[in-house]
């Protein structure tokens, strides 16, 4: 009998390690992950890096219960994520886990509606309006400043 709930033990702390298995970035690494993301434009970047600190401090396990946020982004289930949400056909709970490659393409998903709606798609989220609107978007990509440098 010891055996068996030692045994049951070990399983449910093996699940709970699969189930937590999350990451708190540093603003300089999730910048890096961001701008070697396709879709997302690259003036974007700090802008980005400005609305996670606040809604998340970059860590992927952040999860809002009350208002029903996920991840590093804070995606609300309402519409995005599931259940209930559909938009973005992919389950919350992969959105508090350490890859946030699927956070990222849901979170342009989110950008391009409320693009379409407001006019300025980070206006989705708190933490921009809040925090974040007098972060401008570069000029140039990155990228072409980079090439600048080098001439
Ligand atoms: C970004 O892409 C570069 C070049 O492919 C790669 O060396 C680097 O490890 C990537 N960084 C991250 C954080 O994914
Ligand atoms: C990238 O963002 C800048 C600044 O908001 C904007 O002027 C530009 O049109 C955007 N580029 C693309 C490809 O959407
Ligand atoms: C943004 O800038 C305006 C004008 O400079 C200022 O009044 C406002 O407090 C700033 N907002 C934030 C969130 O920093």
Same mark, same amino acid.
């Given at each position: 009998?010891?055996? =068996? !709930? =030692? *045994?049951?033990?070990?399983?449910? $702390?093996?699940?709970?390690?699969? @189930?937590?298995?999350?990451?708190? !970035?540093?603003?300089? @690494? !999730?910048?890096?992950?961001?701008?070697?993301?396709?879709?997302?434009?690259?003036?974007?970047?700090?802008?980005? +890096?400005?609305?996670?600190?606040? @809604?998340?401090?970059?860590?992927?396990? #952040?999860?809002?219960?009350?208002?029903?946020?996920?991840?590093? !982004?804070?995606?609300?289930?309402?519409?995005?994520?599931?259940?209930?949400? +559909?938009? $973005?056909?992919?389950?919350?709970?992969? *959105?508090?886990?350490?890859?946030?490659?699927?956070?990222?393409? $849901? #979170?342009?998903?989110?950008?391009?509606?409320? @693009?379409?709606?407001?006019?300025?798609? =980070?206006?989705?989220?708190?933490?921009?309006?809040?925090?974040?609107?007098?972060?401008?978007?570069?000029?140039?990509?990155?990228?072409?400043?980079?090439?600048?440098?080098?001439?």
């Amino acid at each position: 009998m010891i055996k =068996f !709930f =030692f *045994l049951l033990g070990l399983c449910c $702390c093996c699940c709970l390690l699969v @189930e937590v298995r999350s990451k708190v !970035f540093s603003p300089e @690494e !999730f910048g890096e992950v961001m701008r070697n993301a396709s879709g997302v434009n690259a003036s974007h970047i700090e802008i980005w +890096k400005c609305l996670v600190k606040w @809604e998340s401090s970059f860590d992927t396990a #952040a999860h809002n219960t009350k208002s029903g946020d996920h991840g590093i !982004f804070q995606i609300n289930e309402k519409w995005w994520c599931s259940p209930p949400g +559909k938009y $973005c056909q992919v389950a919350c709970v992969s *959105l508090r886990d350490d890859d946030i490659t699927d956070d990222i393409e $849901c #979170a342009l998903s989110v950008y391009d509606e409320h @693009e379409r709606i407001s006019g300025n798609g =980070f206006r989705a989220w708190h933490g921009y309006t809040k925090h974040c609107m007098n972060v401008t978007a570069a000029e140039e990509p990155e990228l072409d400043l980079k090439e600048n440098e080098t001439i």
